[in-house]
RNA sequence: GGGCCGCUAGCUCAAUGGUAGAGCAAUGGCCUUUUAAGCCAUUGGUUGUGGGUUCGAGCCCCACGCGGCUCACCA
């Protein structure tokens, strides 16, 4: 173009403001030659996955028999130019393809490509035959290229892409067409969450959505998010788990339920959490812990198979083998073994969960001792030195010493169910017939994540609510994450709720373990983030 | 919240307390088979922010911001 002889006052061409000016000036050229920089409408019917699919197998000659055109689309994350030649390579939802731009077949579109009117970052569309280049690479030659979308701001450094985890989080769009695996774990993500909802489809659940807004938080042990309604004035917490709601359906005839929604706790964040988070629970009447271990296996031996196409995953190097049966520990007879040991108690004359807790009811002043020593279990209790003096319960101890002693001994190459929980830390689960002072629950443990927590449902009305007292009781007691007192729960359960079964997963945690990924914020793709510093003052 | 580490050009990274550099990207030029294309040239900086020490600070000290790891809490 005519530009003047006398170069611009600034000549600086790098700043990222000089590069955005340059790129909406190259729009504006796009424009006054009648092409629009941000169109709409041009059709876009095959993607690069098609041409490969059809033709990568195909030779140079056969492919020279092809009359058939393409037209794609997608961004250009590659651009070489040569002269009158230049390589793109279109990236978009199938994969990539390189797209061989000459002038002699692409005619006046190579205008484009002369006057560098088309950057890296465009959104193009390409239309023509597929072609094998001479270095062998399956690739469309245009007969037709256009810009369907400018992009005003530059892309990062071609080879080693975004490395700064905190810009790939914030700038997740950039991310994840420029990080190399970044799209295909949420893909996995995706294709995750389909197959659970197809095997509990096929065992003939069905999927509910029940309000995140609570008026009481319950059902799960932690502190809320608040907020308001304006028209009706009042104040609600953000949902902490599906629990109570689900259990209401079953109440209402829904025999199997389940939810996969978001899960909002005020807690900290860490490799392992996000304030918010996807759960998914389900409900089984006339199921008991026991039938949800053999679905919780079924159900993970399926995923395994159906992400990897094996039943070992390797995360972050150990290799975890989903082929059931999982091993079972028992949180009391590990806690017990584990005393048995160091203090050295007489093992137990019954060699089972009620064995074990005698034992450790027995012992339970030492046992608290030897808590208030590990300086870590003394916060992790929360205890001032006035409540030290007053004992939380025995299955409180028993918890936090496993947390403490029997977590760390679980077989890292196997998912393992840890199982006999003590009634005080289980205020929604069902008592164990045959020792009262247990409950019918199990969590799944997987590379020293809790993934998964299930168990008999409590559905005795008077029982429950004995145990919201409880947790009334502890919230005054200064438990902030001691459930509320649900009456509306009590009511639903005195209508009559089947003999059910219930479980949670924890569907992020899930996709670590399948996607080999070291943070929560590597499967979630907006993690909380505290904002930006504004540049401007402060 | 505690501890440790990081923050330098659009991006990826250098720089004994002594003139802030390279590669990629960008801009101009050459090039019809490239694969992180190549060659020549050019441009690009309030070194996260604010103080302090010093003749002199990207570097040392203090505070703050953001992030990562870790401990604690939780799933």
Known sequence: MSSSPQS????????????????????QALRERGLAPFGNGLAVPDTTGDVRRAHGSQSPEELAAETRTYAIAGRVIELRRMGKLAFLRLYDRDGDLQVMVRKDAVGPAFDLIVESLLDRGDIVRAAGRPIRTKTGELSLEATELSVLTKALRPLPEKWHGLADVELRY??????????????????????????????????????????????????AAARPFSTHHNALDLDLNLRIATELHLKRLVVGGLERVYEIGRIFRNEGIDRRHNPEFTSIELYQAHATYLDLMELTEALFKALALYVT?????????????????????????????HYAEALGFAPPARDDASGWLDLLAAHRDEIHRDLLTQAGAKKEMGLTEAEAMNPRSLGELIAVAFELYGEPQLDPTRPTFVVDFPLEVSPLARKRDADERLVDRFELYVAGMELANAFSELNDPDDQRARFRAQVEAAKKGDEEAMPYDEDFIRALEHGMPPTAGEGIGIDRLCMVFTDAASIRDVILFPLLRPEEKTSGG
């Not at 790098?14 to 909406?24: D, I, M, T, Y």
């Open 8 to 27: 611009p006052p600034s000549t600086n061409t790098s700043s990222e403001e000089a590069q955005v000016l340059l790129r909406r000036e190259k729009a």
């Open 170 to 219: 914030r700038r997740r769009y950039v991310d994840l067409f420029t990080t190399p695996g970044v799209r295909d774990v949420f893909l996995k993500r995706a294709r995750m969450i389909r197959a659970i909802r197809g095997f509990l489809d096929g065992r003939g659940y069905v999927e509910v959505e029940t309000p995140t807004l609570h008026e009481q938080a319950g059902g």
């Open 309 to 337: 196409d094996q039943t070992t995953v390797t995360y972050q190097g150990t290799a975890i083998d989903f082929l059931p049966p999982y091993p079972r520990v028992s949180m009391v007879g590990a806690v017990g073994q």
